[in-house]
């Protein structure tokens, strides 16, 4: 093997683990998968593609559903979220576990 083919060789199985990772999640988010599988495909992928998820729902934390119930998360401490939802919505700070 020479020297000048092993980046060729590296790009290769780079772009060939990209659109792997990428169809996959795909897959994945239309439901598409097999239970088992999209259970390890989930676990696998949540960490690498957490700054999508973060990236898509800045600024839109909760969903209103109706007059009682609001949907949503509080990824962050430091973004005050639980704060939010209480002024806009009332909704309890107390949580039990």
């Not at 996959?24 to 998820?53: G, R």
């Not at 109706?66 to 107390?94: N, T, Y």
Request: glycine share 8%; net charge positive; proline share 7%.
């Amino acid at each position: 093997m020479t020297a000048a083919a092993l980046p060729s060789w590296t790009a290769l199985c780079l772009k060939t683990a990209l659109g792997t990772t990428v169809a996959l999640y795909v897959l994945n988010q239309k439901h598409l998968l097999p239970k088992p599988l999209s259970a390890v495909v989930s676990e696998t992928l949540f960490w690498p593609t957490l700054p999508i998820t973060v990236g898509r729902r800045i600024g839109k934390w909760s969903t209103v559903i109706d007059d009682v119930v609001v949907m949503g998360g509080a990824p962050f401490g430091f973004a005050q979220i639980p704060e939010k939802l209480h002024r806009s919505f009332g909704v309890s700070l107390d949580f039990a576990l």
